[in-house]
């Protein structure tokens, strides 16, 4: 196993950080951004975010469904209109 450091700084509120990665896993990150003409941190950037957006549609509040309001489309969107209330609050 190789540790790679992955360094962007064009942006101030961006993060350096160190990630542990298998050489096998490296060369298909390298690969992959040698294709689309990017670079690996790009690469990593856009399958961590995508990896997330899929977490965190898998979370849904245990208390989803409960009550009744007399209205049905609340629950039909309920999901909807949960992610647009929490939108941009850690830890959702």
Do not use: C
């Amino acid at each position: 196993m190789s540790a790679y450091m992955l360094a962007y700084e064009w942006e101030a509120n961006v993060a350096r950080t160190t990630i542990l990665l298998d050489d096998d896993l490296m060369l298909e990150v390298k690969q992959l951004a040698r294709a689309d003409a990017t670079t690996v941190t790009e690469v990593i950037r856009e399958a961590l975010k995508a990896y997330l957006a899929r977490r965190q549609r898998a979370r849904t509040p245990s208390f989803t469904g409960m009550g009744r309001s007399g209205r049905r489309s609340i629950s039909k969107r309920a999901e909807t209109i949960l992610r647009r209330k929490v939108k941009g609050r850690e830890g959702w």
